[in-house]
């Protein structure tokens, strides 16, 4: 069965600081891995990775895919109260059926709190 | 910018009511997605539409019907709502293609009683 595991589940930290989100996951089929923040309401989307090694950056948030260990980590630097938030790592499978799609499958995402 | 537009954004219902969740996207795109979001689960597709005229089901579609409508618009029923549905749904939107990402509504936070 696929699945997509997330750690930690839960994290608290200063201004400032600097932290990562883990995600791993068992797939197979696998085509792509996103990230997607979550505040209040929908999941806005961050950042997808499809090969492994290349780290894609936007600001203080980058993120990398290592296929081989089959795990992704999200890195946001100098963390920011606006930076709390759910984030939530999903990866895209390719499935051939009928109607082939590719199906997303979504962690349970990391409640990341950033106290001034 | 709409994007992808849900209605209601709150619902309390008694069980055994019936309900209509609405969605509709202006991003012209083919497939469009229904989810539940409870604590600890992240997202779990209910149903899914691949393309106008299309619907398949996801992880947890018992208790659910669907229909696309045309290709803006894809709405979720609850024909007898039970308790365990209360959840907050999200509608998505994404291209038919490898490699796009989902674009999703605002949430309908739905409470059964």
């Known amino acids: 069965e696929d699945k997509v595991v997330q750690s930690p589940l839960s994290l608290v930290v200063h201004e400032g600081d600097t932290v990562t989100l883990n995600c791993s996951y068992e797939?197979?089929?696998?085509?792509?891995l996103l990230w997607y923040k979550q505040e209040k309401k929908a999941p806005t989307f961050l950042f997808m990775l499809?090969?492994?090694?290349i780290e894609k950056k936007s600001g203080r948030l980058s993120s990398i895919l290592d296929k081989k260990e089959l795990f992704s980590i999200l890195n946001i630097t100098a963390t920011q109260t606006g930076d709390s938030a759910i984030y939530l790592c999903a990866v895209e499978v390719f499935i051939i059926m009928k109607t082939s799609y590719d199906k997303v499958i979504f962690g349970p995402g990391t409640s990341l709190s950033v106290i001034p | 910018n709409a994007g992808v537009t849900q209605t209601p954004k709150f619902q309390v219902l008694k069980t055994g009511q019936s309900m209509t969740l609405q969605c509709a996207q202006d991003m012209n795109h083919n497939s469009m997605y229904w989810y539940r979001q409870d604590p600890g689960m992240g997202l779990r597709l209910i149903y899914y539409?691949?393309?106008?005229?299309?619907?398949d089901k996801g992880e947890v579609p018992n208790g659910y019907n669907v229909s696309r409508l045309n290709k803006r618009e894809f709405s979720l029923r609850l024909e007898s709502a039970a308790p365990s549905q209360t959840s907050v749904y999200f509608c998505?939107?994404?291209?038919?293609?490898?490699?796009?990402?989902?674009?999703f509504g605002d949430g309908t936070r739905l409470s059964i009683l």
């Open positions: 539409s691949a393309s106008e005229g299309t619907t």
């Open positions: 797939v197979t089929n696998f085509r792509s």
């Open positions: 499809t090969s492994s090694g």
């Open positions: 998505a939107s994404s291209e038919r293609q490898p490699n796009q990402p989902q674009h």
